[in-house]
């Protein structure tokens, strides 16, 4: 079966770093996103990979492994308006989103 | 970026009752749209893709007659959640694609979230 991991709940301290990570085992793979999603909002676009490597967009920086099925999703200089879930989704060779349960990311002050 | 809108917010309705919600492209044209159903502290569901001018494509486990998807033009897609119970409730979020955007990125309304009482 297709699976997506991740921490359910992280904690962080404001101005830190956090990297939350995601494993993934789907049939084929066309791509990675990283969505933010604040409590009783919709998600939004943080980050898409399709290589390996690191893609580096401002405090928020995405990482790919292909070979390990991993990716992580690293966040610098921690504000308290991060406080919110991080949902991982990969798209299958039939390029269907499979998503991720959400990672809780909580900052505290 | 390309922008949805979704409406109502938030919606509370008898059980029995059905409900319709909206999801709109306002600055782009979408073939296909996807319906989402998220319950509290869990991830994104599919339910269904929504196809302009045709059948929409239902989830295994999604019923068809129950979740009535319509989407007759471009920039509109509806949701009707037919005789609902309290069961129903959750937040409804539709997304659709850029045409033409290599990365397939979706773009989400803000949700409904629909109380059957």
């Known amino acids: 079966g297709q699976n997506i991991d991740q921490p359910t709940e992280m904690t962080a301290t404001e101005g830190a770093i956090v990297q939350i990570n995601c494993t993934y085992q789907t049939s084929g793979f066309n791509g990675l996103f990283w969505y933010q999603q604040h409590a009783g909002e919709a998600p939004t676009f943080l980050s898409y990979?399709?290589l390996d490597g690191l893609e580096e967009k401002g405090r928020f920086s995405s990482f790919l492994s292909r070979s390990k099925g991993y990716s992580y999703l690293l966040l610098k200089e921690l504000q308290m308006k991060d406080s919110a879930s991080y949902l991982c989704a990969v798209k299958d060779s039939n390029y269907q989103l499979i998503w991720g349960a959400g990672t809780k990311l909580i900052i505290k002050p | 970026g390309a922008v949805v809108s979704q409406h109502p917010s938030w919606v509370i309705c008898k059980s029995g009752t059905s409900v319709k919600i909206e999801c709109r492209s306002l600055d782009f044209q979408a073939t296909t749209m996807f319906w989402y159903r998220q319950f509290p502290k869990q991830s994104l569901m599919l339910m269904a893709t929504s196809n302009e001018g045709s059948k929409a494509t239902y989830e295994q486990g999604v019923e068809k007659d129950k979740f009535l998807i319509n989407h007759a033009s471009l920039t509109l897609s509806t949701l009707t959640v037919t005789s609902a119970h309290p069961e129903d409730s959750s937040f409804y979020i539709c997304?659709?694609?850029?045409?033409?955007?290599?990365?397939?990125?979706?773009?989400f309304g803000e949700g409904s979230r629909l109380t059957v009482l």
């Open positions: 990979n399709v």
């Open positions: 997304s659709a694609k850029l045409p033409g955007l290599a990365s397939g990125e979706l773009f």
